[in-house]
């Protein structure tokens, strides 16, 4: 069944009302009326709907049944990296999003090689590989990116989570395994991942101190682009959402 | 501590005797005699040296401790993937060996579009990404790559293996991580992803008959070089090898 990712589609008395581009991809894919159709409000809600009128400027259809988004994951994955050199954040972006992470954040630490002084200025194609990305793997929801600011901005929004995980690649960590066997029912989780040259140890430290779980993925040293990848499988496996 | 990858080293009665480009390498760091380093034999096996004397053409080492090499992952993991488009491959290559991969082949299916009449030419390429990935990681091996052939050449590989999962996006499937915890002893394991377009519902009836688990990753749809790393992960964190 066709399957449609309209945030700007109107929910009414049991109709869709789809108008503007919507409508023409609608029209384009050449739909009849009778014909059965998933409207995703980009919200994590599934509308199971039959077109009723297909004209070029507006689309109708009958909302048959509401549903959550099964893709969506149980568990809501923040994402913050500190931010690397050049097109590793679009990777970083398309490929957390598959993996089901519901927010990206990118910030400013220590190492950073890249320091854009206006990272605000990529905010809209960052945002876009979102949600290319959330069209192809079939997501609920849009996950926002967004620049975090300075390595205390990312600690904070970690902090507002249920659990907060600072992965570092030496020293005295806990496993990523028995941190999230431990938190199975976790309904938010914070991922710090580094940039290219990895985290100062104050920075480690200052994790450590806001109570961050500073943990080991591993002796394996992964690339910054590939650890957020990594954690938010981790994290997804961990919560039942890989099965 | 320096990490080297020297295949070529001959280890003889307690002496590491390194020739040739790799002698070559510890001159350029300028390793002074009396300093220690480790030099792994791209076998699994990490040899803690103490440098005895470092001339251009050849370097010689004294070997202070034999360990087995901390990164490599106590599962044997094959990556069987259908032959993706363009430098998808390269993708898969690299971040699959970085998540604990040790083996990586390629195979021919009823939906590949990639079609090459040689890949074998391909071969030295995907080799060298492999090494540069098994170096910068810190793996204790070089993992291969290959050419499996046709589809059912990869399902006759995977059947070799001790756990053998088919990952596949629709149909009757068992969870991924259920088929994982029911086997997290095991130390062999073969996974086959799809190209772009999946598998044929054939294919997968095929896997199915000779025994394989025919497994969901969720409800979100992976690209087909998004899905090896996804899965690798997995197994990684099932098998207790990302802590």
């Known amino acids: 069944m066709p399957r449609f990712f309209m945030a700007g589609t109107n929910f009414k008395g049991g109709m869709a009302v789809i108008r503007g581009r919507d409508a023409e991809h609608v029209r384009v894919l050449r739909l009849r009326p009778g014909e059965d159709l998933i409207i995703c409000d980009a919200q994590g809600t599934d509308y199971k709907c ?14 048959l049944e509401v549903v959550k988004c099964p893709a969506e994951p149980s568990v809501a994955v923040t994402v913050l990296c500190g931010l690397p050199k050049g097109d590793r954040t679009d990777y970083i972006i398309q490929k957390c999003v598959e993996a089901g992470a519901s927010e990206i954040a990118f910030f400013n630490c220590e190492r950073c090689v890249a320091r854009p002084e206006t990272p605000e200025k990529k905010l809209e194609r960052w945002q876009r590989i979102a949600e290319e990305a959330a ?6 929801i849009i996950p926002a990116v967004s620049w975090a600011g300075e390595f205390a901005d990312a600690l904070n929004i970690a902090n507002q989570k249920e659990l ?3 992965l570092y690649e030496t020293g005295e960590r806990e496993g990523l395994d028995s941190v999230l066997e431990a938190n199975r029912s976790a309904k938010s989780v914070a991922l710090i991942t580094g940039p290219e040259g990895g985290f100062a140890p104050f920075e480690a430290d200052l994790a450590r101190i806001v109570g961050l779980h500073v943990c080991s993925m591993g002796e394996r040293i992964l690339r910054c682009e590939t650890a957020p990848v990594v954690a938010v499988t981790a994290v997804m496996y961990a ?5």
């Open 50 to 63: 039959r077109l009723v009128s297909a004209e070029p400027d507006q689309v109708e259809a009958e909302v």
């Open 135 to 140: 069209k192809q793997s079939g997501r609920g």
């Open 164 to 166: 907060k995980l600072f």
């Open 239 to 243: 919560t039942g959402n890989l099965s």
